[in-house]
């Protein structure tokens, strides 16, 4: 099983290899994994195919997380690989340092991750531990080198900073009446040149947001 056919099985579901790489013994991926792959939307055209899935139309709770389950858990047992997720009880699997092993994402100027193609916008839906050892690609470039970094200044309250994320502060300016970051998403992520170009619809940032602030 080469990477493009395990990419040609996700793109039938809306879904790409967000990176990779090959994790050694500290790295806390599954035991006897040899080549992880980080999984994430493929835009634009994820959320118009999400919204027509089970998960999202039989009114239960998580519905993004119960068809990340389903799909990529299926396509874990059909390559006799383990699915991995990010979200669940813990202890959690290190993401965030995958996304950092992969090449393909960075500490951005505001510490989110920003990744090589979606930008501000990156995000996992889970990864893919496979058993047998991959060719990667080279990683990309670090998009914000270069870059005028509009993320610095874009959170109307400042809770984005290169020092630390106030968490409170963008609370509450989520609970103030007439923001935009909740109902098209944070206005930092959106500033990002790289979010730009990744298609991701408002609807789908707004979803998360609402998760994010309940």
Request: glycine letters at 10%.
């Amino acid at each position: 099983m080469s990477l493009s056919d395990i990419a040609a099985r996700l793109a039938a579901h809306r879904l790409a290899v967000f990176g990779g790489f090959h994790p050694g013994p500290g790295d806390g991926a599954p035991r006897g994994t040899q080549t992880l792959l980080l999984i994430g939307p493929d835009e634009p055209g994820f959320w118009a195919h999400f919204t027509e899935q089970p998960e999202w139309r039989d009114g239960r709770p998580d519905p993004m997380d119960r068809w990340s389950r389903r799909v990529i858990g299926r396509i874990a047992c059909d390559l006799r690989a383990k699915a991995v997720f990010p979200f669940g009880r813990p202890p959690f699997a290190p993401f965030y340092a995958w996304a950092l092993a992969s090449g393909r994402a960075w500490p951005s100027p505001v510490q989110l991750l920003v990744h090589d193609r979606a930008g501000l916008m990156v995000s996992y839906r889970g990864a893919l531990a496979l058993r047998h050892r991959l060719v990667l690609p080279p990683p990309g470039p670090n998009p914000c080198t270069g870059c005028a970094r509009p993320c610095l200044t874009a959170c109307p309250v400042g809770a984005l900073t290169p020092a630390a994320y106030d968490v409170p502060a963008c609370q509450s300016h989520l609970a103030s009446p007439g923001n935009d970051c909740l109902a098209a998403g944070c206005r930092a992520r959106r500033a990002c040149p790289q979010s730009k170009s990744y298609g991701r619809v408002e609807p789908q940032s707004a979803y998360h947001m609402s998760m994010f602030h309940k």
